[in-house]
């Protein structure tokens, strides 16, 4: 999971329109894969990994299996149909899933995406 986060961190950093839409986001997000856990922190218009952060206290989580996480972090499957059709589990409210769903979706290796906005 973790080599998968970080894949993700990479895109997002070369992803100059997403950018924005973390530049004041302040939330830590905990995610579940299977039996792994990791602590994905957004402050100040930075991104990072806390792999070993089980006990911390955090308000908005996300768990499923690892497929599911791959396609949601490629941008292969957005957030919200992941959770509809029962692959993940999100806890946060409406408009946090909206933030992480169009963070998670538009960071995807899309060159076209990148034009239009």
């Known amino acids: 999971m973790i080599e998968i986060l970080s894949k993700f961190v990479q895109a997002l950093e070369h992803q100059a329109h997403v950018l924005p839409l973390i530049r004041q986001t302040d939330l830590q997000l905990h995610l579940e894969v299977n039996d792994q856990t990791a602590v994905l922190v957004f402050h100040n218009g930075e991104i990072f990994i806390k792999p ?6 955090t308000r908005f989580k996300i768990s499923g299996t690892k497929d599911s996480f791959k396609l949601l972090l490629e941008g292969k499957e957005k957030l919200r149909k992941l959770e509809r059709t029962g692959r993940l589990e999100v806890i946060a409210p409406l408009r946090t899933t909206l933030l992480l769903e169009s963070i998670f979706y538009l960071t995807r290796p899309d060159d076209y995406l990148e034009k239009i906005i």
Not at 52 to 57: E, G, K, P, S, T
């Open 52 to 57: 070993d952060a089980v006990n911390q206290l």
